[in-house]
Nanobody, 121 residues
């Protein structure tokens, strides 16, 4: 498994922006971001095929969030703009070595520890 270390969470007012970072210990084929609120299932919100650059977004974040990577630093980013209270959650980065990629958790086998994002209105 790949070790993942997240940073960048925090509190922000509605309409604001945050950027999450995730440092990976090795190469992975698929990287992604998930989020979870208490009492609900973890949901995939963004993913990227690192070989071809294809990206996938959950409908509610499309156009506001952007996933990217710095290959030289083995670091994954999630730029979050126009945040609203419904984006409040614990965010996890994830990585997978399988030959497929997408928003489903089955594509991932390594997970970060999570970072809290709180959006106040």
């Amino acid at each position: 498994q790949v070790q993942l270390v997240e940073s960048g969470g925090g509190s922000v007012q509605a309409g604001g922006s945050l950027r999450l970072s995730c440092a990976a210990s090795g190469y992975v084929y698929c990287v992604g971001w998930f989020r979870q609120v208490p009492g609900k299932e973890r949901e995939g919100i963004a993913a990227m095929n690192t070989e071809f650059g294809a990206t996938y977004y959950y409908e509610s974040v499309r156009g506001r969030f952007s996933i990217s990577q710095d290959e030289a630093k083995n670091t994954l980013y999630l730029q979050m703009n126009s945040l609203n209270s419904e984006d409040t959650a614990k965010y996890y980065c994830a990585a997978g070595r399988r030959s497929h990629c997408g928003l489903a958790s089955e594509f991932f086998d390594s997970w970060g520890q999570g970072t809290q994002v709180t959006v106040s209105s």
